[in-house]
């Protein structure tokens, strides 16, 4: 394995047609007839491998001339190569052979960019960077989603993780902080950006099944097709897992495909269309003896004891949480080159439909609505350099949704208590330079601007709210209804704010960068953090804090009058290779203003969105890889993450809840033959990680070993197989994040415990 190869040398076959690095034709991959040639050997999976933050290459061998495919590849890579910020490219040939590829596998090693499982499967793993959305349960906001370029998100910026299909991508582009303003983010985290494969790039076809423990199977299959001006690719992608844990099964089911048509030489269009359903059990967090005791059981609520309750949390055997959501999307780029001029035009729109039932505090949630983006992006380089001189991008979204609200009774969907029409619009701007001063120097001034809207439109019009009870010393037992007085949830709240940036970058030579930089970052609420139930308890709906008494006046929502979050940060890092080694290593400091928050209490119950006002977070993100010899080598991925209020009048200067604060990701590989190939990596958690804000409960440190072998039968066949968590470690993979636990509280999410599984992938 030859560390770090594959983003600065280009994975054969593979082309970022579809990138967003700056004064790419993103729209497309160059559609072009070529004679045939001859067959070369093709590179084995295992020195494509890399550590997907720093990937590049010791010193290489003269090699031929590369295909038009090729050399576009070349061209994003060195452009990633010399961003004045955090990035990382992932193409398809460094994405593990693994028997579920879940977002979190895919993102394992770049630093910088946290995922943590919540249930194993294809659900929502909270995922954060630089600690967006970093309170959420699940993590619905922080980041931008891409596919192709177009957003995921929906219009007021929320997203479902598990709709992001890293099996179907043909590489997975990351951009940390500022350096996701040019692609219409509003966000504090960044940006990442699913390419998807070609009939130009992926031509024939290629299909590929696996399977193993938790009853887990999978099966995925591509065909591509190119003629002429002309090209085409269809995918399929399933998943069905039973889960580690009881009530944990998961399914999702993705198919998609585009159109490339070359207009002419200079103008090119790409029409696409996809669909992705998923649904999962929800089995909930357990009381961290629990977990210890035995991780596969999901927790049965608190325990009534004279004088109150213990082991709050919620009641996941009755309640029966569970969601299910799908999302139909279609859009068109088009992009038009004339000599120094590069022009995009883009237009997508999404359609999801989402039922989630939360336990019962919160009940049943459906929302439906549609979403509309279009984009219009002009480069302009004169000098054909590796980013253009001057870059400018404006993107519009806009959306409804229909949100209903139903009683979760005994796991079924029940009475109706609230309805309403939400609606939003996002319009980002962007203007940049790329400024060469003096020699290998680079001044890179931008600014963005955001404007965007949160409307609710309350349409439940009954005179009272139902609400129901459990009783709490026999939990399967309703009490009497309740009803609750109707308040007017209705809201109107606009946004806006600029994010302006500057870097400044040096380049001694051809294989390193160095830069600095200083920005800002804005982030308007979603519609998820402006309206939300509270007042609910394990064992009762929203409104009705105590059980017994179905009349006791209390809210059913919360809609607070939330402020913007926005940040201030410096950066400088520092990415290079030299003969076998490679390295690229981003310090940041952010002083952040009204962070928004999304808080739960002591039982786990929603309580809200609240901005907390002055916070900060300081990061280290580090991938390295060495070549060791000529079948050896390893690689490196670290993140530090200090994140804290700042003399907050209840947390003082603690750390935020969920983050933690060391994560490592090592890996070994030996390199048997040119066909086989084995592979062992640790995913380490050297410290505690605080739970809730006030820092009172923690999960403990934790380290999983996994094993990998691949072996290639022919040039179309191949065969893998791993073990993951070889010793059986019981830990949590993840928590939920409230503002102040009980030591009894149930807040853990166990990880997987140990698995096998294997697979097999032909390519014709």
């Not at 269309?273 to 977990?291: H, Q």
């Not at 949160?454 to 309703?478: F, G, H, K």
């Not at 870097?503 to 609420?525: C, H, M, N, V, W």
């Given at each position: 394995?030859?560390?770090?190869?594959?983003?600065?040398?280009?994975?054969?076959?593979?082309?970022?047609?579809?990138?967003?690095?700056?004064?790419?034709?993103?729209?497309?991959?160059?559609?072009?007839?070529?004679?045939?040639?001859?067959?070369?050997?093709?590179?084995?999976?295992?020195?494509?491998?890399?550590?997907?933050?720093?990937?590049?290459?010791?010193?290489?061998?003269?090699?031929?001339?590369?295909?038009?495919?090729?050399?576009?590849?070349?061209?994003?890579?060195?452009?990633?190569?010399?961003?004045?910020?955090?990035?990382?490219?992932?193409?398809?040939?460094?994405?593990?052979?693994?028997?579920?590829?879940?977002?979190?596998?895919?993102?394992?090693?770049?630093?910088?960019?946290?995922?943590?499982?919540?249930?194993?499967?294809?659900?929502?793993?909270?995922?954060?960077?630089?600690?967006?959305?970093?309170?959420?349960?699940?993590?619905?906001?922080?980041?931008?989603?891409?596919?192709?370029?177009?957003?995921?998100?929906?219009?007021?910026?929320?997203?479902?993780?598990?709709?992001?299909?890293?099996?179907?991508?043909?590489?997975?582009?990351?951009?940390?902080?500022?350096?996701?303003?040019?692609?219409?983010?509003?966000?504090?985290?960044?940006?990442?950006?699913f390419v998807s494969p070609t009939g130009s790039n992926a031509p024939g076809v290629q299909f590929s099944t696996s399977g193993g423990s938790f009853g887990q199977i999978n099966t995925s299959g591509q065909a591509g097709y190119r003629q002429g001006n002309v090209d085409s690719l269809f995918q399929f992608d399933t998943s069905h897992r039973d889960g580690f844990r009881d009530y944990n099964s998961s399914d999702r089911v993705n198919v998609g495909g585009n159109v490339g048509i070359a207009i002419s030489e200079n103008v090119k269009t790409r029409i696409f269309m996809g669909y992705t359903k998923l649904d999962f059990d929800v089995a909930g967090p357990l009381?961290?003896?629990?977990?210890?005791?035995?991780?596969?059981?999901?927790?049965?609520?608190?325990?009534?004891?004279?004088?109150?309750?213990?082991?709050?949390?919620?009641?996941?055997?009755?309640?029966?949480?569970?969601?299910?959501?799908?999302?139909?999307?279609?859009?068109?780029?088009?992009?038009?080159?004339?000599?120094?001029?590069?022009?995009?035009?883009?237009?997508?729109?999404?359609?999801?439909?989402?039922?989630?039932?939360?336990?019962?505090?919160?009940?049943?949630?459906?929302?439906?609505?549609?979403?509309?983006?279009?984009?219009?992006?002009?480069?302009?380089?004169?000098?054909?350099?590796?980013?253009?001189?001057?870059?400018?991008?404006?993107?519009?979204?806009?959306?409804?949704?229909?949100?209903?609200?139903?009683?979760?009774?005994?796991?079924?969907?029940?009475?109706?208590?609230?309805?309403?029409?939400?609606?939003?619009?996002t319009l980002a701007l962007f203007a940049g330079f790329n400024v060469p001063v003096w020699h290998q120097f680079t001044l890179s001034p931008a600014i963005s601007y955001a404007y965007a809207t949160r409307d609710n439109n309350d349409l439940y019009r009954l005179a009272t709210r139902p609400t129901i009870a459990y009783n709490p010393a026999n939990p399967t037992v309703l009490l009497p209804n309740g009803a609750l007085p109707t308040k007017d949830t209705s809201y109107a709240r606009t946004y806006n704010g600029w994010s302006p940036s500057i870097a400044f970058s040096y380049r001694p030579d051809k294989l390193q960068t160095f830069f600095i930089a200083g920005?800002?970052?804005?982030?308007?609420?979603?519609?998820?953090?402006?309206?939300?139930?509270?007042?609910?308890?394990?064992?009762?709906?929203?409104?009705?804090?105590?059980?017994?008494?179905?009349?006791?006046?209390?809210?059913?929502?919360?809609?607070?009058?939330?402020?913007?979050?926005?940040?201030?940060?410096?950066?400088?890092?520092?990415?290079?290779?030299?003969?076998?080694?490679?390295?690229?290593?981003?310090?940041?400091?952010?002083?952040?203003?009204?962070?928004?928050?999304?808080?739960?209490?002591?039982?786990?119950?929603?309580?809200?969105?609240?901005?907390?006002?002055?916070?900060?977070?300081?990061?280290?993100?580090?991938?390295?890889?060495?070549?060791?010899?000529?079948?050896?080598?390893?690689?490196?991925?670290?993140?530090?993450?200090?994140?804290?209020?700042?003399?907050?009048?209840?947390?003082?200067?603690?750390?935020?809840?969920?983050?933690?604060?060391?994560?490592?990701?090592?890996?070994?590989?030996?390199?048997?033959?040119?066909?086989?190939?084995?592979?062992?990596?640790?995913?380490?958690?050297?410290?505690?990680?605080?739970?809730?804000?006030?820092?009172?409960?923690?999960?403990?440190?934790?380290?999983?070993?996994?094993?990998?072998?691949?072996?290639?039968?022919?040039?179309?066949?191949?065969?893998?197989?791993?073990?993951?968590?070889?010793?059986?470690?019981?830990?949590?993979?993840?928590?939920?994040?409230?503002?102040?636990?009980?030591?009894?509280?149930?807040?853990?999410?166990?990880?997987?415990?140990?698995?096998?599984?294997?697979?097999?992938?032909?390519?014709?």
């Amino acid at each position: 394995m030859c560390c770090m190869t594959a983003a600065y040398l280009g994975t054969a076959g593979t082309v970022h047609g579809q990138s967003a690095t700056p004064g790419t034709a993103i729209a497309l991959d160059p559609i072009v007839v070529q004679a045939p040639k001859q067959s070369k050997p093709k590179p084995s999976s295992a020195s494509k491998r890399t550590a997907r933050s720093a990937r590049t290459t010791p010193a290489v061998t003269p090699s031929p001339p590369k295909t038009t495919s090729e050399q576009t590849q070349e061209i994003v890579r060195v452009r990633f190569d010399v961003l004045p910020g955090g990035v990382a490219l992932i193409p398809r040939g460094e994405l593990p052979d693994t028997g579920n590829l879940t977002i979190s596998k895919a993102l394992n090693d770049v630093p910088g960019v946290v995922v943590q499982d919540f249930f194993g499967g294809n659900d929502q793993p909270r995922i954060q960077i630089r600690g967006s959305g970093l309170q959420q349960n699940p993590v619905q906001r922080g980041i931008l989603v891409l596919q192709n370029g177009l957003p995921l998100n929906r219009a007021d910026g929320s997203y479902i993780v598990g709709f992001a299909n890293p099996q179907q991508a043909q590489a997975i582009e990351v951009y940390r902080g500022y350096m996701a303003n040019r692609l219409g983010a509003t966000v504090n985290g960044g940006a990442l950006n699913f390419v998807s494969p070609t009939g130009s790039n992926a031509p024939g076809v290629q299909f590929s099944t696996s399977g193993g423990s938790f009853g887990q199977i999978n099966t995925s299959g591509q065909a591509g097709y190119r003629q002429g001006n002309v090209d085409s690719l269809f995918q399929f992608d399933t998943s069905h897992r039973d889960g580690f844990r009881d009530y944990n099964s998961s399914d999702r089911v993705n198919v998609g495909g585009n159109v490339g048509i070359a207009i002419s030489e200079n103008v090119k269009t790409r029409i696409f269309m996809g669909y992705t359903k998923l649904d999962f059990d929800v089995a909930g967090p357990l009381t961290k003896s629990a977990m210890y005791a035995d991780p596969r059981q999901v927790f049965t609520g608190p325990t009534a004891v004279p004088g109150g309750a213990i082991n709050p949390g919620p009641n996941v055997v009755r309640d029966r949480p569970y969601r299910d959501a799908s999302q139909f999307l279609v859009g068109s780029r088009t992009t038009a080159t004339f000599g120094a001029h590069l022009f995009d035009f883009a237009a997508g729109y999404t359609y999801t439909d989402d039922t989630f039932r939360y336990p019962i505090s919160s009940g049943v949630q459906t929302t439906r609505g549609g979403d509309f983006t279009g984009l219009v992006r002009y480069a302009y380089n004169p000098a054909a350099a590796l980013l253009p001189l001057f870059e400018t991008t404006a993107q519009y979204t806009i959306g409804s949704a229909d949100r209903g609200y139903y009683l979760n009774q005994g796991g079924q969907t029940g009475a109706m208590f609230g309805q309403n029409d939400l609606s939003a619009q996002t319009l980002a701007l962007f203007a940049g330079f790329n400024v060469p001063v003096w020699h290998q120097f680079t001044l890179s001034p931008a600014i963005s601007y955001a404007y965007a809207t949160r409307d609710n439109n309350d349409l439940y019009r009954l005179a009272t709210r139902p609400t129901i009870a459990y009783n709490p010393a026999n939990p399967t037992v309703l009490l009497p209804n309740g009803a609750l007085p109707t308040k007017d949830t209705s809201y109107a709240r606009t946004y806006n704010g600029w994010s302006p940036s500057i870097a400044f970058s040096y380049r001694p030579d051809k294989l390193q960068t160095f830069f600095i930089a200083g920005s800002r970052s804005f982030e308007p609420p979603t519609q998820d953090d402006l309206l939300a139930t509270i007042n609910g308890t394990p064992n009762t709906s929203a409104g009705r804090p105590n059980p017994a008494d179905p009349t006791v006046a209390a809210a059913v929502f919360t809609t607070p009058d939330l402020k913007a979050q926005t940040a201030t940060t410096v950066e400088g890092g520092w990415r290079g290779r030299a003969d076998r080694t490679s390295w690229d290593a981003v310090v940041y400091y952010s002083w952040l203003d009204n962070e928004l928050l999304s808080l739960r209490d002591a039982t786990g119950a929603s309580i809200g969105a609240i901005n907390a006002g002055h916070t900060t977070h300081f990061g280290v993100e580090l991938g390295a890889g060495v070549k060791l010899t000529e079948q050896w080598s390893a690689r490196l991925a670290y993140t530090y993450q200090d994140f804290r209020f700042v003399n907050d009048p209840l947390r003082g200067n603690n750390h935020l809840a969920g983050a933690p604060s060391h994560l490592v990701h090592a890996q070994l590989q030996f390199q048997a033959t040119d066909a086989w190939m084995l592979q062992g990596a640790v995913r380490w958690s050297p410290a505690k990680m605080p739970v809730d804000n006030m820092n009172t409960l923690y999960a403990d440190p934790f380290a999983v070993v996994d094993l990998r072998t691949e072996y290639k039968i022919n040039k179309s066949f191949r065969i893998f197989g791993e073990v993951t968590n070889l010793f059986n470690k019981v830990y949590a993979s993840s928590t939920l994040v409230v503002d102040q636990a009980r030591p009894d509280q149930a807040a853990f999410l166990p990880g997987d415990g140990r698995g096998f599984y294997a697979g097999i992938k032909a390519k014709f």
